[in-house]
């Protein structure tokens, strides 16, 4: 391999520009005396917004096309450019509650109390310049749905902070329908800075190890392979890519490993293990002709988007006071597929937001352009916990379209009550909300499946940390791009406490 790094290499490189990645380079980057390096597989467009694809750009939409093996099932999608799935994704922004709080505080320790990290996920909603819904993109299907939901009891609440069951609007990574995704948010005035280095179009292959420290990256540009060396390590490469990369490193299950013809560096029992994703069934309902139109009228407009509102909603198994659901009113074109002109998809979706059961990441082999074994196993807990919520998350479903605010909307549903699916066509229906973390856990010394700490140090290394949605134990009863902001920012401040 040569040797691509500066002369004396970096101080710190980060692996995955992607949320996490962009939130450590430009916050490690701040310290004129440290020299990083990330290093991204995808694209980076630069730090013209007009220079980057409209479809990037179109937050009305999921784009397709700057993502990992993109005939991949679609809980498997995720972005393979500069800001990572922060240029694919819904812009949604929520938080989760207290009891996300405790679990990941049991497992890293104070710094991941609610109080502690609220001054980060402020810091976070700042730089991304998130915002509220504003008034005109909401529908009138949106506006159905808040006035059903509040006929059924909840309240509005706060959704970008812990709180308790409620209705409201996330806050929003999108202006005037144009996504702003990490790389903006974060890189815009850090790529000037002499002492941080983009690296796009280069994928890292795995990492070099002896005697517990990292002492190189093999990474792939253009089909060439070189090495990347640094004093310190950071892996961003998110829940899929960073056991990934651990697993080519020989870090991971020797068992495995040895499976996979790599030589274990580090046994490490739990790295792709205990995936965790938030599984959703799709009611869909019948728009009147009035919906219609006005949903036309709206897009004519260029303010139509799929969903602005959602509830947090507790099963029959939730814990008082907090929620185990996310019911997510949806009108719109069609997220997969297509309908004649001036027709729209009007549908209410139940996402269970603590599932307990866990899937897992492994490698079908060592070459990193191949793809990944992923199966979340949505399901699939042996006591049938999430089942039972998704049932109750379903019932709700019915009460919301059953209001007279909804009724107006949308014809009565047909056929069967989709509370009434068998497990296995719940399973069959089954969709993601593409909010997988786990594959890394965070972990007390005494967990034999954490790899690594509340710092994100990886076990048994000195010089290498993940720090990225997989390193989360448990998936917050929220969406995570907030979460996994907010983490970064903390982890970096720490990282740089060190220095
Ligand atoms: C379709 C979709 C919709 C979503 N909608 C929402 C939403 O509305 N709200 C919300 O809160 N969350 C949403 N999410 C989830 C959110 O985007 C993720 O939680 C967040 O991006 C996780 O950040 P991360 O840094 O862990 O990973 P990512 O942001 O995915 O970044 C990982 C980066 O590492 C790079 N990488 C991976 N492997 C390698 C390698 N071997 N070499 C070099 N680079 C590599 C990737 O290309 C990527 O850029 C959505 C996700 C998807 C996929």
Request: hydrophobic content about 40%; aromatic content about 6%.
């Amino acid at each position: 391999m040569t040797d691509v790094s500066a002369p004396a290499g970096y101080d710190t490189i980060i692996l995955g520009g992607g949320v996490a990645g962009c939130v450590l380079a430009a916050r490690l980057s701040e310290d004129p005396g440290r020299s990083v390096c990330l290093v991204e597989a995808g694209p980076d467009y630069g730090p013209r917004q007009e220079d980057w694809p409209q479809k990037v750009l179109n937050a009305r939409a999921l784009p397709r096309d700057d993502v990992w093996e993109r005939r991949a099932p679609v809980h498997r999608i995720r972005g393979r450019v500069l800001g990572g799935s922060s240029s694919i994704n819904g812009c949604w922004n929520t938080w989760g509650s207290a009891g996300d709080h405790a679990e990941w505080s049991r497992a890293g320790g104070p710094a991941w109390s609610a109080a502690r990290m609220a001054p980060f996920r402020r810091r976070a909603a700042e730089r991304m310049g998130l915002r509220t819904v504003p008034e005109r993109e909401i529908s009138a299907w949106t506006r159905g749905a808040s006035k059903g939901a509040a006929e059924l009891g909840y309240q509005e609440v706060d959704m970008a902070a812990p709180g308790g069951p409620g209705y409201g609007g996330p806050l929003l990574n999108a202006v005037d329908g144009v996504r702003r995704n990490a790389a903006f948010g974060y890189l815009e005035d850090a790529r000037s800075r002499p002492n941080l280095t983009i690296l796009a179009g280069a994928t890292v292959d795995r990492l070099a190890v002896a005697d517990g420290r990292v002492r190189g990256v093999g990474i792939v540009v253009d089909g060439r392979r070189e090495t990347l060396v640094a004093d310190s390590y950071l892996l961003s490469c998110g829940t899929f890519g960073s056991p990934a990369v651990l697993l080519r490193s020989g870090i991971g299950p020797a068992a495995q490993l040895a499976e996979a013809g790599v030589r274990t560096a580090i046994d490490l029992p739990g790295v792709g293990a205990n995936l965790t994703d938030q599984p959703g069934v799709f009611v869909p309902l019948a728009p009147t002709a009035e919906l219609n139109a006005s949903l036309a009228a709206k897009e004519a407009e260029g303010d139509l988007y799929v969903s602005r509102m959602l509830i947090r909603a507790a099963s029959e198994l939730c814990p008082e006071g907090s929620w185990d659901l996310h019911i997510l009113p949806t009108g719109g074109p069609p997220l997969f597929g297509k309908l004649p002109a001036g027709q729209y998809e009007a549908g209410i979706s139940a996402f269970l937001m603590k599932p307990a059961s866990r899937g897992r990441v492994r490698l079908l082999s060592a070459d990193p352009a191949d793809a990944l074994e992923i199966d979340p196993a949505f399901f699939s807990d042996p006591a049938g916990h999430d089942v039972a919520v998704i049932r109750s998350g379903l019932g709700i479903v019915e009460e919301l379209a059953a209001t007279a605010s909804l009724k107006a909307l949308v014809g009565p549903l047909e056929g069967h009550p989709a509370r009434e699916l068998s497990d296995q066509d719940l399973r069959d229906r089954a969709g993601t909300y593409w909010h997988p973390v786990g594959t890394c856990a965070m972990g007390t010394a005494d967990d034999p499946l954490a790899v690594v700490d509340g710092g994100g140090r990886v076990r048994g290394t000195s010089n290498l940390r993940v720090v990225d949605a997989s390193i989360l134990p448990t998936v917050p009863a929220s969406n995570t791009q907030l979460p996994v902001l907010a983490a970064a920012e903390m982890l970096a401040e720490a990282i740089r406490g060190q220095a």
